[in-house]
């Protein structure tokens, strides 16, 4: 690879570089790539049941290795290559980075192991660790300030539609041949994307729908915390985002296994009647939990995700503070819903009462992610999602999946196969305090937006 195609072409601020319809195309495989992040990332979700009869380990364990394993690196090296990527070539960065994962998925699937296990999951921590804070950026600079809210929701998508399709894929594999195959199936796929994105997807210029006076030369690292001790918003933006997705990041990890462990009954009822085809060696409730959650996060995220960035863009154009409060009024009505979920005796009402809270749990994506490009200058844009990624997915991941499993584990001699689900009670608590954190930040959001 040369110097020319790793080092960033000159920014034109002020000055678009690409017209909407390729735009549009750099947006849908931005998206296809996170998609496939997510895949590799929650496809473990579903397969916990298997892992755990054939590696013989508990439900911390799995937690340790689902989402302490992944967070460490993903998080902590996050930063470095956000610093190359303020500097260098994005589109070339995602590329090593979505080929680095993948073959870490496809590793997955040959493990022996636990330890084995925690190390390859590690490793796909390693490579996703270049797969987002670039993203945020290339995003920002396809997309003028009116539009980057729904824009960043948009590629946001890929966050329901890569889980749903993990947890559906995982599901449906793993009944036809068994998880490690699953595994290496969506490695090997991921491998084929990532000469395509470098190939097909244009690095833009930086800053090129700012002020001209904006800065788009590289900043160190310095610099970039130096801006931010100023800027109490993009904290308590941080630490707000971090609470809601320790539940967020938990939910997705366990409550697959919550519907198998309490509602196989249901599921077999619900499910049990399909066509042939869409069950595969006569089904199973982990293939049954896999159609009922993965459908309920798709169309629930989806929904969620563009109603927040629509709002924050329609309410923010005249109050900056709207970024911060939008997600906040969301995180308030999503935490009761979750109880009600969680407790309902019924699996159809089950349905409803998760899709809702789906949806506004998730809202906080395009809002967030538009105010974090917006309260530094583009110079700095991927070093501080790095940094915001860094807080975020160390509590989130590296604490959320862990704690889950932990109490679960801890409540099981009382309650048995019941544990989980007082386990995911007892976190929805993060939602509220998420929403407390958001409703302090919204005022220094307005002081702290980039004029």
Sequence with gaps: MTDTHLRAQPSVPGT?????????????????????????????????????EELGVTDAQLGLMRGVAFAI????????????????????????????????????????????LFFARMGVGVGEAGGVAPAYSIVTDYYPP??????????????PIGSAIGIVFGAVISQI????????????????????????VREPKRGQYDSATAKTEP???????????????????????SFSSMMGYGLFAWLPAFFVRSYTPELDAMFGGLPELLRPNGGSPVLYAGYFYGSIVLIGGLIGIWLGGFLADLLGKSDKAMYARVPAIAFIATAPLFVLGVLSPNLSLSFVLFLFPTALSLAWLGPLLSAFQHIVPPNMRVTASAIFLLINNLVGIGAGDYILGFISESLKEGYGAESLRYSILSGTSFYIIAAVILLFAAPFLRKDWEK
Excluded: H
């Design 219 to 241: 900043a160190k690292i310095s610099e970039v915390f130096g801006v931010l001790v100023k800027k109490p918003s993009f904290w308590l933006l941080s630490l707000g985002a």
């Design 146 to 159: 009116e539009k980057r809210a729904r824009a960043l929701a948009t590629y946001s998508f890929g966050i």
């Design 73 to 116: 690196f993903y998080s902590i090296l996050g930063v470095p290559i956000a610093l190359l990527a303020d500097r260098f070539n994005r589109v070339t960065i995602m590329s090593v980075a979505l080929g680095l994962w993948s073959l870490m998925t496809a590793v997955c699937g040959v493990v022996t192991t636990p330890v084995q």
């Design 177 to 200: 041949l068994d998880w490690r195959a699953a595994f290496m199936i969506v490695g090997a796929l991921g491998l084929v994307l990532a000469p395509i994105f470098r190939l097909t």
């Design 16 to 52: 678009p570089q690409q017209g909407g319809l390729y735009r549009t195309f750099v947006l849908f495989m931005l998206i296809v790539v996170y998609t496939f992040n997510f895949i590799d990332r929650q496809i473990i979700g579903i397969l916990s049941i298997p892992i755990q």
